[in-house]
């Protein structure tokens, strides 16, 4: 594809990310018609309608399309710094660690060895989202780091960095399921409750936050496109064009770490997105990640606002977490990347 016609095709991606993001504002089991729905958006009419709409459904489909560029972008990013195309924040444990990291915020800190009183909504009332975003980044990254020094101590091939993740995803739910298990029953419901990834707990802070770190880091790759580019030649090629490989690695690694550790401590877990986005964009775009990289984003976009629509539109009158319908789309998808892989190698 020549590059004018990716610049073509990344604007329409654009538009419709604005047309996914104006439909679903109006999608909810409210019975509001149309012109309630468009009058309480601009703050006119009943209080209860300008709720609704100002502070649940805005915010909510704000966050559908920064999460779902979030963890598209991790995605991409790790499977470039590792050079495997399997690798993503599900497949390298990093969404697990983070899981385990916010149940210690949430069972320990939060309330569930504290006095809160028998109110799931204390758990949630007292986790700052600061807080529970560090301490699930710092298990997150810790993982990275536990999946690289395995790797470098043992020299194992890039292929065998994916069965290494997932047996520290292993590992790491292991750890979760103990924690939860000696919780009390309130705290294990907060947990439970939150794990689901749920873009219903969104609100303008949260979307605030991921939407800087999306920002910061995409601009970041972006800058380091050429260096990246390099990479997927394999380290030696890189090496010998001055590039300082494994710091790079390093660097892109832990801020895609950050990246899923916030949209998982705040919002859940919403898999596959960080697996099936790369594998779309690169199809599309080809791999320079001048093009990838926001190609990516878009697509994350549009995937995660779909799902969120989806939701919402089978939940019966209640919305449904979009992490089970991104599971449900998102798993077939990675069976057929396995295979493909392996008709590719045997041809």
């Not at 012109?35 to 958006?41: F, G, R, V």
């Not at 100002?54 to 489909?61: C, L």
């Not at 966050?63 to 399997?86: F, R, Y």
């Not at 993982?143 to 470098?152: A, D, E, H, P």
Request: one cysteine or more; glycine letters at 8%.
């Amino acid at each position: 594809m020549k590059k004018k016609k990716k610049i073509i095709l990344l604007i329409t991606m654009l538009i419709f990310v604005l047309l996914l993001f104006i439909i679903s504002l109006f999608i909810g089991s409210s019975k509001m018609t149309l012109p309630e729905q468009i009058k309480a958006i601009f703050g006119i009419g009943e209080n209860n309608h300008i709720v609704i709409m100002q502070k649940i459904r805005v915010p909510r489909s704000i966050a559908a399309i920064v999460v779902g560029a979030s963890l598209g972008l991790a995605g991409l990013m790790m499977q470039t710094s590792l050079g495997n195309d399997m690798a993503s924040p599900q497949t390298l444990g990093v969404t697990n660690a983070a899981t385990f990291g916010a149940n210690v915020a949430i069972i320990g800190f939060a309330g569930g060895f504290l006095a809160t009183g028998n109110n799931i909504a204390n758990y949630f009332a007292s986790s700052n989202i600061f807080s529970t975003s560090l301490i699930a980044f710092v298990f997150a990254f810790f993982s990275i780091l536990l999946i690289l020094g395995l790797c470098k101590l043992t020299s194992v091939s890039k292929e065998t960095i994916i069965l290494a993740g997932v047996a520290i995803t292993a590992i790491w739910t292991g750890l979760t399921s103990l924690l939860q298990y000696y919780a009390t029953d309130v705290s294990l419901s907060a947990a439970v409750v939150w794990s689901f990834g749920d873009l219903g707990r969104a609100n303008y802070n949260i979307d605030f936050l991921i939407l800087v770190i999306l920002i910061l880091s995409s601009s970041f790759f972006f800058l380091y496109s050429n260096k990246y580019n390099a990479m997927l030649a394999g380290d030696d090629v890189a090496k010998t064009v001055g590039i300082k490989v494994e710091s790079l690695r390093l660097i892109t690694l832990l801020i895609s770490s950050l990246i899923t550790a916030i949209c998982v401590a705040n919002l859940g877990i919403i898999a596959f997105l960080g697996i099936i986005c790369p594998h779309i964009a690169k199809r599309i775009f080809g791999q320079d990640h001048k093009h990838s990289i926001p190609a990516t984003i878009l697509i994350g976009s549009i995937l995660l606002l779909f799902s969120d629509t989806l939701a919402r539109l089978i939940g019966g009158g209640s919305s449904l977490p979009v992490g089970i319908i991104t599971s449900i789309i998102g798993a077939p998808f990675f069976l057929y990347i396995i295979f493909r892989r392996k008709k590719a190698q045997n041809q």
